[in-house]
Structure formats: structure tokens, C-alpha cells
């Protein structure tokens, strides 16, 4: 199949989570190309600097100082998602309005994907985006869905004193994680602290993306609900969820 991916360029998790991708999809599939979004870690498109203070405000300074020094490291030490794609030939499309605009919408479909998938996408996908590729949109959240919809879906679950979290992968609808599931895995917590459990997880989600990717490709997929009424959502930790957080246990790192 051909294959477009749409991710975000964060260096520290997401750039190789795609990397991973790319490597497990070539030979196996032809991927056109690659939408690479402005970096948006907790899923809200803002400048760097009120992201900034955001983190600081409501994380705290250990947490802001342990993910400052790991991003301007990742950024010294890492290959960017750029140099990758280029590396392996894929096209990087860089927008210039947001995916939803016509003008995005007529540059993904030059390429002619059968398939979209999104990793760490982060603007809410329209109706023509989704129906773009004959073969739909897949998305991977680190989430049981229907749990755990939304946001920060590690930090919510360790929260709340889960001793599993999970992956999903399904086809995107209009809603926020609503759409129906294609592949699911359980991920033990085992007393892991949060940011191995991101690695573990988007280690685990990549390969339930391409077992969903073959069996779409074999037309042997078979959906399951992703049933309204036993969801939960999540949006952004305010500080006294973080607090909350420390005191059950949980750590960051």
C-alpha cells in the first residue's frame, strides 16, 4: 500500500517512534510521503515559550528542567526526523495552514496515499482529511480506548493506579479517539516510572500498527467498538492533578 505518515517533529519520543515505523513499513509498503506538523508534545499548538512556562507552572521545575536538558540533548545527539526521511527517500510536506485547509488537502492528495496514519498528530482531523485515502486514517493513541481518550493518556492512568495501560490503534473518525478500534495491546505498568512507559508503549504501538496495516492490506481486519458509553476523556493536568499524580506513587522519571 502506499502509505503517508502524519506526525509532529519532536525529537525526544516521537522522531524514533516514526523512524521505527519507517524501518518496520520498508520493503512491505511504499510510503510517499511524510507530513511533518510544528512540535506540540501535550497536544495544544502554542508558541515555545508559553509552552514554556506552561510546563513550568504546572510540572513544576524538576519536571521542566529534567525535559529541558533532554530536548537540547536529543537535539545534539539525535538525527532529526528530517535527515531520516531524507535519508530513506520519503518526502517531507511541510503546510502552510493547517492539514484541514483545502491547500493541505490538495498537497497530500498529489502523492495519491492509500492510507494515512497519524503518530502524535496534533490537529483534529476533518471529514475530507479522513476520506482523503480510499484505505482511511489510522491513528495510534497510548490508551485502551475507550479509555483514556484525550491527552496524556501514561500520566492519567498512572494517576489513577492502573496496573495496565495499553495501545490503540484505529481508524479515525470525526471525535476525539472515537473511532472504531482495529488493534489492541496491554501494556503491564510493573512500577515504571512515566517516561519509560511513553517508550514502552510507542515501542509496542508501532508494531500494532503494522499488524493493522496487514491485515487492511489482507482484508482480514476485524473492528471493534470503541463504545461511547464506556469512555473516559482526559484533557490537559491542571497542578493539582500533578500533585495528585506524586502522591499516588507515580514518577515522571
Given at each position: 500500500?502506499?502509505?503517508?505518515?502524519?506526525?509532529?517533529?519532536?525529537?525526544?519520543?516521537?522522531?524514533?517512534?516514526?523512524?521505527?515505523?519507517?524501518?518496520?513499513?520498508?520493503?512491505?509498503?511504499?510510503?510517499?510521503?511524510?507530513?511533518?506538523?510544528?512540535?506540540?508534545?501535550?497536544?495544544?499548538?502554542?508558541?515555545?515559550?508559553?509552552?514554556?512556562?506552561?510546563?513550568?507552572?504546572?510540572?513544576?521545575?524538576?519536571?521542566?528542567?529534567?525535559?529541558?536538558?533532554?530536548?537540547?540533548?536529543?537535539?545534539?545527539?539525535?538525527?532529526?526526523?528530517?535527515?531520516?526521511?531524507?535519508?530513506?527517500?520519503?518526502?517531507?510536506?511541510?503546510?502552510?495552514?493547517?492539514?484541514?485547509?483545502?491547500?493541505?488537502?490538495?498537497?497530500?492528495?498529489?502523492?495519491?496515499?492509500?492510507?494515512?496514519?497519524?503518530?502524535?498528530?496534533?490537529?483534529?482531523?476533518?471529514?475530507?482529511?479522513?476520506?482523503?485515502?480510499?484505505?482511511?486514517?489510522?491513528?495510534?493513541?497510548?490508551?485502551?480506548?475507550?479509555?483514556?481518550?484525550?491527552?496524556?493518556?501514561?500520566?492519567?492512568?498512572?494517576?489513577?493506579?492502573e496496573k495496565e495501560i495499553g495501545v490503540s490503534v484505529f481508524y479515525v473518525d470525526q471525535g476525539i479517539d472515537s473511532g472504531p478500534i482495529l488493534v489492541q495491546r496491554n501494556v503491564p505498568v510493573r512500577n515504571r516510572v512515566q517516561s519509560d512507559l511513553i517508550k514502552e508503549t510507542k515501542?509496542?504501538?508501532?508494531?500494532?500498527?503494522?499488524?493493522?496495516?496487514?491485515?487492511?492490506?489482507?482484508?482480514?481486519?476485524?473492528?471493534?467498538?470503541?463504545?461511547?458509553?464506556?469512555?473516559?476523556?482526559?484533557?490537559?493536568?491542571?497542578?493539582?492533578?500533578?500533585?495528585?499524580?506524586?502522591?499516588?506513587?507515580?514518577?515522571?522519571?
Amino acid at each position: 500500500m502506499r502509505v503517508m505518515i502524519i506526525t509532529q517533529n519532536e525529537p525526544i519520543y516521537i522522531a524514533d517512534t516514526v523512524a521505527s515505523l519507517i524501518d518496520k513499513l520498508l520493503g512491505k509498503h511504499e510510503i510517499v510521503g511524510c507530513v511533518v506538523l510544528s512540535p506540540s508534545p501535550f497536544g495544544k499548538r502554542e508558541t515555545l515559550i508559553r509552552k514554556a512556562l506552561k510546563t513550568l507552572k504546572i510540572f513544576g521545575f524538576r519536571f521542566f528542567a529534567y525535559y529541558t536538558i533532554k530536548y537540547i540533548l536529543s537535539k545534539l545527539t539525535k538525527k532529526p526526523l528530517v535527515s531520516r526521511l531524507e535519508e530513506k527517500n520519503i518526502p517531507q510536506i511541510h503546510l502552510e495552514k493547517t492539514i484541514n485547509d483545502s491547500s493541505s488537502l490538495a498537497e497530500i492528495s498529489k502523492y495519491k496515499p492509500d492510507i494515512l496514519i497519524s503518530i502524535a498528530g496534533n490537529e483534529i482531523f476533518k471529514k475530507p482529511l479522513i476520506e482523503l485515502a480510499p484505505r482511511g486514517c489510522l491513528n495510534l493513541h497510548t490508551g485502551l480506548l475507550p479509555k483514556y481518550r484525550g491527552l496524556m493518556p501514561t500520566f492519567w492512568a498512572l494517576k489513577n493506579n492502573e496496573k495496565e495501560i495499553g495501545v490503540s490503534v484505529f481508524y479515525v473518525d470525526q471525535g476525539i479517539d472515537s473511532g472504531p478500534i482495529l488493534v489492541q495491546r496491554n501494556v503491564p505498568v510493573r512500577n515504571r516510572v512515566q517516561s519509560d512507559l511513553i517508550k514502552e508503549t510507542k515501542k509496542v504501538g508501532i508494531d500494532c500498527v503494522i499488524e493493522a496495516l496487514t491485515k487492511i492490506e489482507n482484508e482480514s481486519a476485524v473492528i471493534y467498538d470503541n463504545d461511547d458509553r464506556q469512555s473516559t476523556y482526559f484533557g490537559f493536568p491542571s497542578r493539582g492533578d500533578v500533585e495528585a499524580f506524586k502522591k499516588s506513587g507515580a514518577r515522571f522519571f
